[in-house]
């Protein structure tokens, strides 16, 4: 054991060694330092203590390349965003706040409203426990690939999903969007549209049962509208003397369009049956009225598939390939590609004499 205590030359040592020689080794260093140097200053304990542990910190944070203060800072910049972290609101909370904010706009029309309530509510079901820095890409790609639709309507989802995060975003929650990077195919689109006697069932049960949604369903079987168009209709825009319809601007620029006798026949029909002063289209849960009345199509709904139908009947009819793209405000390239199929005159009368009963 070297003992080297000393005020005189500032030391403080007592250490021990396995032999003597290495003992006999440390104090001639111990010497010769003194003859080199002379008396130091004495160290306090407490500095000595805080050397000692600044000196274990750079030996841990060297695999890093990171000094001890660039270690705090990180620490204390960690500190911040945890507590800002337990503060931060659910994504079930914050998908509300969103839905407020979108339905702020006067200018949606009553299905774009009714769309946003609808992913909301999946959004808060499928998501709503986590925070929006929890939640992951896979996760958000994993919930849409168990959803029972087909691509196209995971990829509505998406959008949706998409847009809520980038509000999170905006509201200075998260710095970026988990559902970036997330893609689906777009399946090839394969129009599908009903038979006469399909369509004759389905429209005179919806006179029966629906008849607040006849205007919407006609405007779709007998003009051709989508469903955002024909959700937009009001009574001002039929023209019932010279038997026009202005279909409003909306997805496509606003047009007008000369109406077959089958949809002022339905049109009129509708109208008398109507009472006096009631709006074309429901105010209210247009959605969920929807939703019920689809049940006189007994299981075999389609999406747009009377729009479809009205395109094929109509493209058949006319036999003009742009008088139908800009009847329907669509392109002439789109029109020859789904609606090129010539219907039988037999089949084609049976659609259009569809009349009330």
């Known amino acids: 054991m070297v003992s080297a205590r000393s005020r005189k030359w500032g030391l403080n040592v007592r250490k021990t060694f396995a032999t003597e020689a290495e003992a006999l080794t440390y104090r001639a260093e111990i010497e010769e330092s003194i003859k080199t140097n002379g008396s130091q200053a004495s160290v306090p304990r407490e500095k000595l203590v805080l050397a000692t542990a600044y000196e274990k910190l750079l030996t841990r944070l060297k695999p890093f390349d990171k000094t ?17 972290r337990k503060t931060m609101p659910t994504i079930g909370h914050l998908v509300e706040l969103w839905e407020a904010h979108k339905l702020l706009d006067s200018t949606l029309d009553s299905q774009y409203r009714s769309e946003i309530k609808v992913h909301r509510r999946f959004i808060k079901r499928t998501m709503g426990n986590f925070k929006p820095d929890e939640i992951k890409r896979n996760q958000i790609d994993t919930i849409l690939k168990k959803h029972p639709g087909t691509n196209n309507t995971r990829k509505k989802y ?3 999903i998409r847009m809520f995060f980038n509000w999170v975003i905006g509201e200075g929650y998260i ?28 429209i005179h049960c919806i006179d029966k049962k629906h008849h607040p949604l006849l205007g919407y369903y006609v405007a779709q079987t007998f003009v051709g509208l989508r469903p955002s168009e024909a959700a937009r209709m009001q009574w001002h825009h039929v023209n019932f003397t010279t038997n026009e319809l ?61 729009r479809h139908s009205f395109a094929t009947y109509f493209g058949s009819l006319k036999k003009d390939y742009p008088a139908v793209a800009w009847y329907m405000g669509n392109s002439v390239a789109m029109i020859k590609r789904h609606y090129a199929q010539t219907i039988p005159d037999s089949t084609l009368n049976e659609f259009w004499n569809i009349t009330p009963e």
């Open 68 to 84: 001890p203060e660039q270690a705090v800072d990180h620490y204390v910049k960690f500190l911040g965003e945890e507590m800002l």
């Open 175 to 202: 710095q970026f969007n988990p559902s970036v990077g997330i893609k689906f195919k777009t399946e090839n689109f394969e129009k599908e549209y009903y038979s006469p006697d399909a369509i004759k069932d389905f």
């Open 246 to 306: 202005h279909v409003v601007k909306g997805k496509t620029d606003a047009r007008h369009i000369k109406l077959q006798p089958a949809a002022i026949t339905w049109l009129k029909h509708f109208k008398e049956k109507s009472k006096k002063d009631s709006s074309f289209i429901p105010k209210k849960n247009l959605f969920n009225l929807e939703r019920k009345a689809r049940a006189c199509m007994k299981g075999k709904w389609v999406a747009d598939g009377l």
């Open 158 to 160: 998406l959008t949706f």
